[in-house]
């Protein structure tokens, strides 16, 4: 799901961000069956009744990526708007290809990612990452 080369300063907020996502879960990072509770939580949505899946045609490039990362930003703002709760996996491209069988996904498709939906557990941890400072993210010219 990540590139093999993932470095500093990415590696780092994603390891950050992911110690507070579990941990808030009720996984610590020394549980020596974290990587299967991890996998279990992620395999179960979360609990979400829904997942959608997002397939690109395989002869699309970097640019229709963004364009259905867009897109699926929408789609997840107007479930908020319905009183829904989402959660976008990536993890299910670990698993495209059960994925595809089960959903039919002809194989001139790929498998972008899934969103789990569905409505917020009442007594589910609340949980914001870290996140880093929009000065080193972002750079506004002629501000």
Request: glycine share 8%; aromatic share 10%; with cysteine.
């Amino acid at each position: 799901m990540y590139p093999a080369e993932l470095a500093s300063p990415y590696l780092d907020r994603f390891s950050a961000a992911a110690a507070q996502r579990y941990k808030a879960l009720g996984i610590e990072r020394d549980d020596p069956d974290r990587p299967m509770k991890i996998a279990a939580l992620n395999s179960e949505a979360f609990g979400a009744p829904v997942v959608l899946f997002c397939y690109l045609d395989r002869t699309m490039g970097p640019g229709q990526w963004a364009d259905a990362g867009m897109y699926l930003q929408t789609v997840m703002l107007l479930l908020r708007a319905e009183g829904l709760h989402s959660c976008p996996q990536v993890m299910w491209t670990m698993y495209r290809k059960t994925v595809s069988q089960i959903v039919g996904a002809d194989e001139k498709f790929v498998l972008l990612c899934g969103v789990s939906i569905g409505f917020e557990k009442e007594g589910a941890p609340q949980l914001r990452t870290a996140r880093a400072d929009m000065a080193e993210t972002a750079r506004f010219l002629g501000a």
